[in-house]
């Protein structure tokens, strides 16, 4: 597997940056604090490129030649923070978890603003009902009112008064600044009816639109921080797979050291069952390494001396001397998550469409505001009689359907995808799923069970259960994949597994063992030819079995040929209907897999799927999803495994597996909570409804501000009925992502074609 070096990342200060270098950037709120930093700093002389990712908070910038030192101080200027991003392994790995902790901080601190806030405003939404048939609550008065709004908008609303300044001083406008108008000039009229009227200000009270807006969109900014933080953990998981130390081999002999201290050429010892600690080359012992997590290969890999081995790979029953290649970044697992940051961070998320109206629609309404109490003083009116319409402009303008818009078709959305199994993690994952034209599928653990199970049992004048037994007998000493297989097939079959002795592992090969005083060899055509096991009458059964994708051993009893036994990674039961739902929506099919082309082949045909492509490395996979999408066509990536990550990353969509590699599913923006490839079609359904949603929810946000603006400002509209038709415009937007709870996925009835 050849998986190109990644670019450098900051190295230590004092430093210049000579290659696109990594920075951990904090404090950013919303895609306008993003953009802001890529416009700081892009005016520092000497940078070529600065892209921001806020998902994963960091910050890639192309400045040959610059200090890292004067592109934190740049950062810092625009208001946030940054750190270089450190090599070392344990370093890095400690960043990670500093990081993933002041993400977890700042959402419980989001979610506790919320609960307060939504404690505060649960007396306004009570007192709403009796106010919907003209009257009022008599038991919520105005200084009640005043005393439970003003709390929130002090408490709730300091984060948005503080994220408005930031986008103001840089010269932008954000959510943020259209939050803090609206609620505030919703707020401020209030109070001065209260402290004017007291007690004869019912009627005239816009509380509850302040403490309301507030609420939900906390609500909001909850969810999308439990996103960001989703979105980031993909390297921590790859870090994860990592071992902290290695066994390190030299003239005083083994000793313990940290990984960060192994060079290339030390040469490192690995135990039965432990995780390699870095790429290398075996130069001795014998072994079987699982793979599956890095390559997708279902069954260990055989390693004896000269075979290449692969950090964070577990290693089997053998004792392996392995000459360090790679170590720390240049690792391929630590290669991988660079590629899995450089293609989330390349697609950087599309400023959110309400950020993007709000730098223009902010100006337009403070100056409408502004016109309209200049016409209305000149036109004579004294000011009370101007303030009245101006206010009307600023409360039928503020946010509330603009905020709920998004969160609430989001909740709705995903809450009925959750119930059917499926997880969505961002809105971006959302606006790219509706227009998907192509899935391309992983095989092992996707579309089939990631797991080997007998097929196929061939004999020729003996009893299959028998043979059965007698092979599960002697695989009942191994801890091979296999073994486990033969175990299952033994209980299906209802036979009794009997006691063995003498047993002994050949690796790569196979099994003996003596049972009931026989010896029973289990293993590969190899060791029934070292054993002299006469195979000659069983040569064309084996060669279909194999043509077939099928893992074929022989069994023999004192070198006698009692049968054949095929094995192979069952597809799962429910994969010919998510291809068939695919194929009805018009969506194309294709297969990418790290195992052998007969595997590969076999699924594909079993399943119908329209191409495939085997024996592919997570760079091959990686190159493929931007061929596809070279070509124009939305692409999503269906994968569980480590070596799935960068394509998952790099697709337009990427679709995990939840019975997968925790890594696959920080990748992916939506998550299969089931290991069922209906889901597939099911997750692009629900997409293309939560989307429609929110663009319907945007339209009648803005249709209510087109039309009630010019009436506002024309003294149509009261302030009272400014606030009553911007709840109107709330309870249509909530009313219309509410019927996204009534989703439920479709199925369509398909059979597997036969292997």
């Known amino acids: 597997m050849t998986i190109p070096a990644p670019p450098a990342t900051a190295v230590a200060d004092p430093a210049v940056i000579d290659e696109p270098a990594l920075f951990d950037v904090t404090g950013m709120t919303c895609a306008a604090c993003a953009a ?143 939050v803090a108008l609206g609620t505030s000039a919703a707020w401020g009229f209030s109070v001065a009816q209260v402290v004017q009227r007291g ?126 290649r790679a170590v720390g970044e240049d690792t391929t697992i630590a290669r991988i998550g660079h590629l899995v940051e450089q293609a989330q961070i390349a697609k950087a998320p599309v400023q959110r469409l309400v950020d993007k109206v709000a730098a223009v629609f902010v100006p337009v309404i403070v100056a409408i505001a502004a016109a309209t109490f200049a016409g209305w003083w000149l036109a004579g009116a004294d000011f009370e009689a101007a303030l009245v319409p101006t206010v009307a402009v600023l409360v039928i303008a503020c946010p509330c359907a603009l905020g709920l818009a998004t969160p609430t078709a989001l909740v709705a959305g995903t809450g009925a995808a959750a119930k059917a199994g499926i997880l969505i993690r961002d809105i971006e994952a959302l606006e790219r799923a509706h227009r998907v034209d192509c899935v391309v599928f992983d095989k092992t653990g996707t579309l089939t069970e990631g797991r080997p199970a007998i097929t196929d049992v061939f004999t020729l004048g003996v009893d299959g259960d028998e043979t059965i037994r007698l092979a599960a007998s002697v695989q009942s000493s191994s801890e091979h ?33 003596t049972v009931g005083g026989r010896t029973i060899a289990v293993g590969n055509p190899a060791m029934m030819a070292d054993l002299g096991v006469d195979l000659r009458l069983f040569e064309t059964e084996r060669a279909r079995l194999a043509a077939a994708g099928r893992t074929v051993v022989a069994v023999a009893r004192d070198r006698e040929a009692l049968g054949l036994v095929a094995l192979a990674d069952a597809i799962r039961p429910e994969a010919a209907d998510a291809v068939a739902r695919l194929h009805a929506a018009s969506v194309a099919t294709r297969l990418l897999t790290g195992d052998n082309r007969r595997a590969a082949e076999a699924v594909a045909t079993a399943l119908g799927l329209d191409a495939f492509a085997a024996e592919v490395s997570p760079q091959d996979k990686l190159a493929e999803i931007g061929r596809l999408r070279s070509t124009g066509l939305i692409v999503a990536m269906v994968g569980d495994g480590v070596n799935d990550a960068p394509a998952l990353a790099s697709a337009d969509v990427g679709i995990a597996m939840g019975s997968g590699a925790d890594v696959a599913m920080e990748s992916a923006g939506i998550t299969l909570m089931r290991p069922d490839p209906r889901l597939v079609p099911a997750a692009l359904e629900i997409a293309r409804a939560t989307w429609s949603k929110i663009r319907q929810n945007l339209f009648w946000a803005f249709f209510y501000n087109v039309v009630g603006v010019p009436l506002a400002a024309a003294g149509h509209l009261t302030p009272a009925l400014a606030g009553a038709a911007m709840a109107a415009s709330s309870v249509s937007v909530v009313a219309n992502a509410l019927t996204l709870t009534r989703w439920r996925p479709k199925t369509t009835a398909a059979t597997i074609r036969s292997v």
């Open 36 to 178: 802001r930093i890529e416009k700081v700093v892009g005016r520092v002389s000497g940078v070529e490129r600065a892209t921001v990712n806020l998902a994963l908070e960091t910050a890639e910038i192309d400045a040959p030649g610059v200090p890292t030192e004067t592109i934190v101080a740049a950062i810092e200027r625009a208001g946030f923070g940054a750190r270089p991003r450190d090599r070392a392994v344990v370093a890095r790995r400690a960043a990670l978890a500093r990081a993933a902790t002041e993400r977890a901080a700042e959402e419980r601190r989001t979610l506790a603003l919320f609960v307060f806030s939504l404690i505060a405003t649960l007396p306004f939404l009570a007192a709403m009902v009796p106010m919907l048939t003209g009257g009022h609550a008599e038991w919520l008065t105005p200084w009640w009112q005043l005393g439970l709004a003003t709390a929130v908008q002090i408490v709730a609303g300091a984060r948005f008064y503080r994220g408005a300044w930031r986008s103001l001083a840089g010269g932008a406008a954000n959510m943020d600044v259209l």
């Open 199 to 324: 007690d004869q200000s019912h009627g005239h009270l816009y509380f509850e639109a302040s403490a309301t807006v507030l609420t939900l969109i906390l609500l909001g900014k909850a969810l999308e921080a439990r996103a960001k933080r989703s979105a980031s953990a993909a390297v921590t998981k790859l870090m994860a797979l990592r071992p902290d130390t290695a066994t390190r081999l030299g003239g005083s002999g083994a000793e313990t050291v940290a990984i960060d201290a192994l060079r290339r050429g030390d040469r490192i010892l690995i135990r039965p069952g432990e995780r390699v600690a870095a790429d290398g080359r075996v130069i001795e012992g014998a072994s079987e390494v699982d793979e599956s997590l890095v390559t997708g290969e279902s069954v260990p890999v055989e390693k004896s001396v000269g075979a290449a081995v692969i950090a964070g790979t577990i290693n089997g029953v053998g004792t392996l001397t392995v000459e360090v």
């Open 481 to 513: 994949p296999l073994a486990r297989a033969f175990a299952a097939a033994a209980t299906a079959r209802g036979v009794t597994i009997a006691p063995v002795s003498e047993f002994r592992a050949v690796v790569g090969r196979g099994v003996v063992g």
